[in-house]
């Protein structure tokens, strides 16, 4: 159905019908979160995967309720945006410091402001699964957002788990990345890191420059 043209009647327009009102369509948008402790390639490929699915991708570190221990979250934001400061994807990716809350439910009423018309979609990875439907405000996590899970090396993917959230109103699907990295913050920044590799190189130096995961092997000694 085409648009008819308006007929001018003084300083109005008459409406000529039929008229085709076309659809709304809304910017999708990834919502992805990171303890970012050290960021790696593992996260890169996630962050990247995400750009060729969606229109926008908001990235940012936020601390974990649930970790102590972890490093300032001013450094873990600086390492993240230098991680993903070279991604080349047709969706637009960025860095959103002010999502940043310990409270999923709290980063979606931002988000919301931000993006008002938005679709959004939370990432998690496969080891938050089974937590989510415990998490703080979860129906409003679940009414606001669709659920994207990325496998996680060393967590199952059950399908108990999904049917549970499923079952709570959820969204879910089942993300597949671009590319596989095996690997974990955790085992990274515990010192001494065997694959030094999978740390970009710009956040490498930043960890170098900062004192960041110091190796005690690589420490200078006093005779």
Request: proline share 10%; glycine share 6%.
């Amino acid at each position: 159905m085409s648009y008819l043209p308006n007929t001018r009647v003084g300083d109005m327009y008459e409406l000529q019908l039929p008229v085709t009102i076309p659809p709304v369509v809304k910017t999708r948008v990834a919502l992805f979160r990171t303890s970012a402790d050290p960021p790696h390639n593992g996260h890169r490929s996630i962050v990247t995967t995400l750009g060729y699915q969606f229109d926008y991708v908001a990235v940012w570190a936020s601390d974990n309720p649930w970790k102590v221990g972890q490093s300032p979250i001013g450094m873990r934001m600086d390492m993240l945006g230098l991680a993903i400061a070279d991604l080349d994807t047709p969706g637009t990716v960025k860095l959103h410091p002010e999502l940043s809350h310990p409270y999923t439910a709290v980063t979606l009423e931002r988000a919301r402001r931000l993006w008002p018309s938005a679709e959004f979609t939370f990432v998690i990875g496969a080891d938050l699964v089974k937590q989510l439907p415990g998490w703080h405000r979860s129906a409003d996590v679940i009414r606001w957002a669709n659920i994207l899970v990325f496998p996680r090396p060393g967590y199952g993917l059950y399908e108990e788990d999904l049917a549970e959230l499923r079952a709570h109103g959820a969204q879910v699907a089942i993300a597949t990345p671009l590319t596989q990295h095996h690997i974990s913050s955790s085992t990274l920044r515990q010192g001494c890191p065997e694959r030094p590799d999978e740390i970009p190189a710009v956040v490498q130096a930043y960890i170098q420059q900062n004192n960041l995961y110091p190796c005690p092997a690589n420490s200078p000694t006093t005779p």
